[in-house]
Every structure is written in C-alpha cells, then in structure tokens.
C-alpha cells in the first residue's frame, strides 16, 4: 500500500484480487482496497486457482461476519460454489460491500477492454 500511494508508481505498479476473500484477508485489508476507488483502476481480478476450491480458505460465513455479504447473498454463493468454485470466486468478488463501496467494474474487465477504455474507442 506505501508505494501504491506514491504518485511515481501509478501507471507502472498494480495489484490483484486474487487472496482477497481468503478467510485471513477478511476485515482490515479488504475494506481497504474496496474504500480505495482511487485504487480500483490499477487493481485485476485474479483466482489462484485452485485455492478457491478449497473450503476452508474461503468461508462466506466471514464474509457475512464482516458485513461484506448478507446471509441471502451467502446462500446463493455457496450453491454456486458447489458447482464452479471459479465462478464463485469471480461472483464473491463481484457481491462484496462495505459501506457502500463495492469493487470497481473495471477491475473485472478484461485487458483488452481496459485499454479500449483508455483509449476512448
């Protein structure tokens, strides 16, 4: 977090959502980066597959705990996860929230898309 708050590092130093939902990411590191939208643009998603396949990593009991999901959201999480633990991984991440910040949409876009963006095409 120091040198992503360094103004000489934007542009050349980014971050991944990869271990963010992992049981001891929860509190502290991941309210951080969703209250940091200044972040968002220099953030990727990721999965570390295949961690989010394994259960005791990723538990959306914390996530509720937290106040990152509601008890409905963990429900439909979990049937998903029985599933495509991927597909979970990608749509925790999508659902998190804490004080009314959620992840950016850019950050789940792909490269290709992200630079269209930037390009304004």
Known sequence: MRMMNEPQWSGRLFGELSAMIQVNRVGAPLRT??????????????????????????????????????????????????????LFDFVTKRCLEHAGHRFADEVFMSRSEVFRRLAGT
């Not at 200044?38 to 259960?55: E, F, M, T």
């Not at 106040?67 to 979990?78: E, H, Q, S, Y």
Request: net charge negative; proline share 11%; glycine share 4%.
């Open 33 to 86: 980066l969703l209250q940091r939208p200044d972040l968002h643009p220099r953030l990727v998603n990721g999965s570390d597959y295949p961690l989010p396949a394994i259960n005791a990593l990723v538990r959306t009991s914390a996530l509720v705990e937290a106040g990152f999901i509601d008890a409905p959201t963990r429900v439909l999480l979990n049937e998903i996860d029985q599933h495509n633990p991927l």
